[in-house]
C-alpha cells in the first residue's frame, strides 16, 4: 500500500502546454523531493523542500518550478513544456531528522512525454 | 564533482546462481543504501549501512559497507526471478545530501 502518490503516471502532451505533476505523502514527512531519472543515468535532485512555505531547487537546472502549501502536497509545475522535458519525475520523502539512516519513501513516478 | 560508480551496468544470469555487484566512490560516505527498482515503480530502499565494515543481511542479499566508507557491494545467494530490477546505491555525502549511482540493471532467467 503506498504512502505516497503521484498522479498522473503517464501523460503524454503537446509542446507548449503547461502541466502539473501532483504528489502526495500520508506520512507527515518534512522533506520532500523531485528527482528526474532518464534510462542508464543517475537520479538527479531537482527540487526539494523542508517542510511547509519552504522550496530548494536540487543539483539539476530545471525549469520547472515546485510549491509547499501544505505539509502532505508537494506539486511540480512546468509552465511550457518541451521535448527536452521528457523524463521519468519521481516524488520522494523523508523524516526530517534522518534520511541519510531512514531513507526515502518514492512514489511510482510520473512518466512524461512532451510530443 | 562527487560520483557513485556502480558495476556491471548489467547482469543477466541463470536462476539459482550468485551474484555480486559494486557500488564504489572516491568520497567518504557518512552512510549508505540500496535500493530496488522494479519496472514501472518508484526504487524501494533494501538497507542503510552506516558503520565501515558493516554487514548486514537481508534473507538472501548481504550487504557490505566498505572499511573506508567509500565503497559497497550486495551478494545474492541463490538468484530467483523475483529478484529482477534495477539496484541503485545511494550515499550520504551530508545528513541530507545523498547522491545516487546509475544502477545495476540485474536479469534473472527462470
Known amino acids: 500500500e503506498a504512502d505516497i502518490y503521484q498522479t498522473p503516471r503517464y501523460l503524454v502532451i503537446g509542446t507548449g502546454k503547461k502541466i502539473t505533476l501532483e504528489c502526495s505523502q500520508t506520512?507527515?514527512?518534512?522533506?520532500m523531493y523531485w528527482y528526474q531519472q532518464d534510462p542508464g543515468m543517475e537520479l538527479h535532485l531537482i527540487h526539494y523542500?523542508?517542510?511547509?512555505?519552504?522550496?530548494e531547487k536540487g543539483d539539476l537546472s530545471s525549469e520547472s518550478t515546485v510549491s509547499r502549501i501544505r505539509t502532505e502536497h508537494f506539486p511540480l509545475t512546468l509552465e511550457s513544456a518541451r521535448p527536452s522535458h521528457t523524463s521519468q519525475y519521481l516524488c520522494?520523502?523523508?523524516?526530517?531528522?534522518?534520511?541519510?539512516?531512514?531513507?526515502?519513501?518514492f512514489g511510482s513516478g510520473t512518466r512524461l512525454t512532451v510530443v | 564533482t562527487q560520483l557513485l560508480e556502480q558495476s556491471p551496468q548489467f547482469l543477466s544470469i541463470q536462476e539459482g546462481e550468485n551474484l555480486t555487484v559494486y557500488c564504489n566512490s572516491s568520497?567518504?560516505?557518512?552512510?549508505l543504501q540500496w535500493y530496488r527498482q522494479e519496472p514501472g515503480e518508484g526504487p524501494v530502499l533494501l538497507v542503510t549501512?552506516?558503520?565501515?565494515?558493516e554487514v548486514k543481511k537481508l534473507k538472501r542479499l548481504t550487504f557490505q559497507f566498505g572499511d573506508a566508507r567509500k565503497d559497497s557491494s550486495l551478494h545474492i545467494t541463490a538468484a530467483q526471478p523475483g529478484d529482477t530490477g534495477l539496484y541503485l546505491c545511494?550515499?550520504?555525502?551530508?545528513?541530507?545530501?545523498?547522491?545516487f549511482g546509475k544502477g545495476t540493471r540485474l536479469h534473472i532467467l527462470p
Open positions: 520522494a520523502s523523508s523524516e526530517l531528522r534522518a534520511p541519510n539512516i531512514d531513507g526515502y519513501t
Open positions: 506520512m507527515g514527512h518534512d522533506k
Open positions: 523542500s523542508y517542510g511547509v512555505n519552504s522550496t
Open positions: 568520497s567518504v560516505f557518512s552512510s
Open positions: 549501512v552506516v558503520t565501515g565494515g
Open positions: 545511494a550515499g550520504a555525502i551530508q545528513d541530507d545530501k545523498i547522491i
